[in-house]
């Protein structure tokens, strides 16, 4: 069932078209990912959802209210954690849920989700003292506080060292899984693959394809590598020649040969023949960032 609906959303400033002719859907407890670089539009996107901006021109349904005339009613229903955002130094964990908190007809258990985020032991601690990974934790916290249908996460963990996006993950997978729906906006592949249910890519302001992660992997999955580094000088022409193979390339020691088909077979059954031995020998999937290239035309960090 689609709590989001947004219908040939366009956005303006001055000369600049932002986003321009966008729709999508969003299902009841899904973690929906809208994916694409920088500038692209994404935060523009959630923002008219959010009712934060007034679209030029378009509609947009969250859970059955307009966000702009029913803004006061929407936001008891959804939380957001925005791209920028921050408080006062020296507020504490424990006073900012507890101000937050007060928004609401019917909020959740700070207290509580100080326990679930792993801040607890942090709640008399003084914003500017968090680190980064705390201060994402507790925006996520007061995202949640108002006990909240729907969750908008923008660039939930830009900025995070790695173990800290991983723990934010965990976190994220938890909140779906206690029947929220999760509109995540993000720039990263790897976070997007592992999150998200289905992926919008949005590029200059455009949806350039909509899909769960593997059907948009499996778009652009007409190939297929094999890396390897051989143990003795391999003639390329000996890959080249196979039906196959389409490119051979070389990085450092390694050997990378691309091509369809039974690629590795083929690959494996020419060195055995040539009594080469494939050290490290790794077969390379499509990945997310392959598909955004094939259906964009470009790599997702080109502004």
Request: aromatic fraction near 4%; include cysteine; charge should be negative.
């Amino acid at each position: 069932m689609a709590i989001i609906e947004v219908t040939n959303l366009h956005k303006r400033y001055g000369d600049t078209v932002a986003v321009d002719d966008v729709s999508f859907s969003v299902d009841e407890g899904e973690i929906f990912g809208i994916l694409g670089p920088n500038g692209a539009g994404k935060t523009t996107t959630v923002e008219c959802v959010e009712g934060l901006r007034v679209p030029d021109r378009g509609t947009v349904t969250v859970l059955g209210h307009d966000p702009i005339q029913d803004r006061g009613e929407l936001r008891q229903q959804v939380g957001a954690q925005l791209q920028e955002s921050r408080l006062q130094d020296k507020l504490t964990v424990a006073e900012a849920l507890d101000l937050y908190s007060s928004f609401y007809r019917q909020p959740a258990d700070w207290n509580r989700l100080l326990e679930v985020l792993g801040l607890a032991d942090k709640r008399n601690t003084q914003y500017r003292k968090l680190s980064g990974g705390q201060k994402q934790r507790l925006s996520i916290a007061l995202a949640l506080v108002g006990n909240p249908k729907i969750a908008v996460l923008d660039e939930l963990t830009t900025g995070l060292d790695p173990q800290a996006r991983r723990d934010t993950w965990d976190l994220i997978e938890q909140v779906r899984n206690s029947g929220v729906t999760i509109v995540l906006v993000t720039h990263f592949m790897d976070e997007a693959e592992r999150l998200c249910d289905r992926l919008a890519l949005i590029d200059s302001g455009r949806i350039a394809a909509l899909d769960t992660p593997a059907g948009l992997v499996s778009r652009a999955a007409q190939e297929q590598r094999v890396r390897f580094r051989p143990s003795a000088p391999l003639d390329d022409d000996l890959l080249t020649g196979l039906p196959e193979v389409t490119a051979v390339q070389h990085s450092g020691q390694q050997t990378i040969v691309t091509g369809t088909g039974n690629l590795l077979h083929a690959v494996t059954s020419v060195l055995a023949r040539n009594q080469i031995v494939a050290a490290d020998l790794r077969v390379e999937q499509t990945t997310l960032d392959d598909a955004f290239i094939a259906l964009t035309g470009r790599r997702l960090d080109t502004e």
